[in-house]
């Protein structure tokens, strides 16, 4: 589903991915962990095509396509989902007029049936259940007023209502407690299935008790260091990311002491 | 240059001379209308080198000569029916080209109010003293050329007695249509509103236009809001493209009052709003919000001012502004707090968000305090969307142009949704969503 081939990425000059190696097939779900500045966010945010980040070399292949051929706005609609760890303030627009316009917009982009209000709310209230959200959040500015915990959820129903084939899920887990984790992580788990795929971007092991990886990739210094089972995540835990750094300090692959 | 000048001063006259002819009046009216006409001759229209005047030019009017047209009405129920809102429909008002218009008007759902003809209210013994005793004094003529040449051309509009204790229930509609089919024509709409005593009403001002050519609307509103009475207050500023608008809206508030102000700016080529509010007795508030979005070959302008004259008063203010293609606007708000004013609190906020390099926003809060124990913040922003924002937007499958159009959209929805009147918020959401979108697609 998902090629990265020697990925290059940089931001205001500054190179912060080095050559990214990543397969991700369907139905799996892969973790990025790593410390912070490893570049696990970047690789997020390069996937689903943020403005800031210049991909200077390599190549992201998505469903057979050139995925860094794409706007942003194509990339969705073709299938990519991107849970931001800071989700947007919208103001003065809906969430549930938002989500329609989100959803037909897709549907229209594959030729399918576009839904009315009327259609779409019964959609919605199918799929909110997911993220246990209550109707008042529909009718609410799209993250206005949110708790950082009911802006999480938020991204879930979105994905919920766009159903992706990867979903991107950028740190979800920072500044939520154990209560919507759980919730959050449950939504992730009830929209996997073996036609779509999941990249979890995490700093803890945490979320990873709930989403449990079939790969662990760490990050460091914009390179992959480590990659193994979900073991890997525990081992993480237990010892910290110092040893990585120390690893790639010793065989040259780090950067240079600043 | 002389004679250049003097010549459509002429013009005007000779169709005063006509309207005195045309429409006699009491004497009293006769003597305002006549000194009214003195003032404009000596004035005239303000130019650029009036500091209140220096961003919008008006010389394009004085040019025109935009007169007064006495023809006839050949508008039906049907014409005025897309002007009104579901809840306005037995409670609306209109004034063809400035003239009160009862045929076109429903007022089966005011039968607690007065509404009346302004000048039927003058000959009417009933509200002789009180026109008299309200009408052009919160708005002056004795220093503004256009609110001079709106009283001397004073041959109709709408008086509003909202009675004692009397709340209204439906929202009073006054719908302004400029009949522009016949070139050149101007109007010069006049209005009185007094809300009496503990009164409680919403009123609701439309102006729009059928036709397409160029037109001058010149309206004066004067609003009279007092002890203990509420006042909402919405108003639609909806003209052709080919519209050159000036308004004035001048509230007096009384002790305890509250006057609750929405004005939405979308239409005219030329636009142009003085809103004022003088709090001359204790404990009185208001609300004074606006939004203006002006497109390619637009220019909107909006002078507030808030007297703060007694202690105990608050004023609250948030103009939005949105400006596209190569739309210019101005945003001037002067908030002025006497000596003895004490315990004033004044907040006033405008932002601006600039849609295109072309476009631009001028905008100059003024704040001037005499008293010394007062509560006063005033802040102007002008910015552009947030590239974080469009990014979450485009990040779900919406095209950057509809994104934007969104935004900007949630930009607006901030002043739009402190209109009260359901159906009217509805439409304005829609005008604005409309009237973005093809902005922005004819853009890229």
Same mark, same amino acid.
């Given at each position: 589903?998902?090629?990265v081939?020697? /990925? ?9 991915l080095?050559?990214i190696n990543?397969?991700?097939k369907?139905?799996?779900v892969?973790?990025i962990m790593?410390p ?6 970047? /690789?997020?945010k390069?996937?689903?095509g ?8 390599g190549e ?16 969705a609609r ?14 003065? #627009?809906?969430? &549930?007029?938002? @989500?329609r ?8 982009h ?5 839904l ?18 209550e109707? %008042?959040?529909?009718?609410r500015?799209?993250?206005?007023g949110?708790s950082?915990g ?7 129903l979105q994905m ?5 084939k ?5 740190e ?8 919507a984790? $759980?919730?959050?992580?449950g939504g992730?788990?009830?929209?996997q299935?073996?036609e ?7 700093h803890?092991?945490? @979320?990873l ?5 079939d790969?662990?990739h760490?990050?460091?210094?914009g ?11 525990l081992?993480?835990?237990?010892k910290?990311?110092d *040893? ?7 065989n ?7 | ?14 169709a005063?001379r ?6 006699? +009046?009491?004497? *009293? ?6 000194? &009214?006409?003195? $003032?404009?001759e000596?004035?005239g229209f ?9 961003y919008?030019n ?9 007169l007064?047209?006495? $023809? ?17 429909t037995?409670?609306?008002v ?8 009862a ?6 759902a005011?039968?607690k109010v007065?509404?009346l ?23 002056n ?15 109709s509009?709408v ?12 929202p009073?509609?006054i719908?302004y ?5 016949q ?8 209005v ?32 009279v ?21 000036v ?9 305890? %009052? !509250?006057?609750? !102000? +929405? ?6 080529k030329?636009? $142009?709003?003085?809103? %004022? ?6 404990? &009185?508030e208001? *609300?004074?919000d606006?939004?203006?979005?002006v497109?390619?070959n637009?220019?909107?302008d909006?002078h507030? #001012? ?6 105990y008063?608050? !004023? ?8 596209d293609?190569?739309g210019r ?12 004013a ?9 932002k601006?968000?600039l849609?295109?390099p ?5 905008t100059?809060?003024q ?25 979450y ?8 142009e509809?994104a934007?159009?969104?935004? +900007? ?8 949704e402190k209109?009260?009147i359901?159906?009217?918020?509805a ?11 093809t ?6």
């Open positions: 589903m998902l090629e081939r020697n /990925l290059h990425a940089a931001i205001d000059g500054n190179e912060i080095r050559g990543l397969t991700v369907k139905g799996e892969h973790a790593g912070n500045g490893s570049g696990k966010s970047t /690789l997020a390069v996937i689903a943020h403005p800031d980040y210049e991909v200077t070399a992201v292949i998505f469903e057979g396509r050139n995925l860094l051929e794409m706007a942003p706005d194509e990339r073709e299938g990519v989902f991107m849970a931001f760890q800071y989700p947007i303030e919208v103001p003065g #627009v809906s969430n &549930a007029q938002f @989500l316009l989100a959803y037909n917009e897709k549907q229209k594959l030729g399918l049936e576009e009315d209000p009327l259609e779409f709310k019964d959609l919605l209230k199918e799929r909110a259940k997911v993220v246990e959200m109707a %008042s959040f529909m009718t500015s799209v993250n206005e949110f950082g009911e802006k999480k959820r938020n991204e879930i919920a209502v766009l159903q992706p990867l979903a991107v899920l950028d979800t887990d920072s500044g939520l407690d154990i209560d984790l $759980r919730v959050v992580a992730v788990n009830q929209l299935s073996p779509n795929a999941v990249i979890v971007v995490t803890y092991q945490r @979320l008790n709930y989403i449990v990886p790969f662990v760490v990050l460091a210094n390179l992959i260091a480590r990659e193994g089972g979900k073991e890997l995540a081992e993480l835990e237990e910290g990311y *040893w990585i750094k120390a690893e790639m300090q010793s040259g692959t780090g950067a240079p002491a600043n | 240059m002389v004679t250049e000048l003097a010549k459509p001063q002429n013009k005007y006259e000779e005063f006509a309207l005195k002819h045309r429409k006699p +009046t009491v004497a *009293w009216v006769e003597l305002v209308r006549e000194s &009214a006409m003195d $003032r404009f000596s004035l303000p130019t650029v080198a009036d500091e209140e005047w220096k919008t008006l010389a394009q009017v004085a040019k025109e000569q935009f007064p047209t006495d $023809r006839e009405s050949k508008l039906g129920a049907a014409d005025v029916a897309r002007f009104t809102f579901a809840e306005t037995a409670s609306n209109v004034l063809l080209n400035g003239i009160f218009n045929e076109l008007s429903n007022t089966t005011l039968d007065v509404v003809d302004l000048f039927d209210a003058i000959a009417d013994a009933r509200y002789n003293k009180l026109v008299r005793s309200y009408l052009a004094r919160n708005s003529y004795h220093d503004k050329g256009l609110t001079a040449l709106n009283t001397a051309f004073l041959e509009g008086f509003v007695l909202i009675p004692k204790d009397v709340e209204l229930d439906a009073l509609q719908t249509i400029a009949d522009a089919n070139p050149g024509a101007a109007s010069f709409p006049r009185l509103v007094v809300s009496e005593e503990n009164s409680s009403a919403k009123l609701v001002e439309n102006f729009v236009s059928i036709g397409s050519s160029a037109y001058f609307t010149n309206a004066v509103v004067e609003v809001v007092k002890h203990g009475a509420r006042l909402v207050h919405s108003r639609l500023q909806n003209e052709s493209a080919n519209a050159f608008h308004a004035t809206t001048s509230a007096e508030l009384g002790r305890g %009052s !509250s006057y609750n !102000s +929405t004005a939405i700016n979308l239409g005219g030329l636009a $142009r709003h003085d809103i %004022s509010v003088v709090m001359d007795h204790e404990g &009185a208001c *609300w004074v606006g939004l203006y979005v497109g390619e637009q220019h909107s909006t507030s #001012v808030i007297d703060h004259q007694q202690p008063c608050n !004023s609250h203010q948030l103009y939005k502004g949105i400006m293609g190569n606007a101005v945003f001037n708000g002067k908030v002025l707090v006497r000596e003895g004490q315990k004033t609190d004044a907040l006033q906020t405008n601006n968000l849609l295109s072309q476009a631009r926003v001028d100059k809060p704040l001037e305090i005499y008293a010394d124990d007062v509560k006063c913040a005033h802040g102007a922003a002008v910015g552009q969307l947030d590239q974080d924002e469009l990014f937007l485009q990040a779900r499958g919406i095209n950057p509809l934007k159009s969104l935004l +900007t959209y949630g930009f607006a929805e901030e002043v739009i209109i009260g359901e159906s009217i918020r439409q304005l959401d829609k005008v604005v969503m409309n009237q973005l979108h902005r922005l697609e004819t853009q890229s």
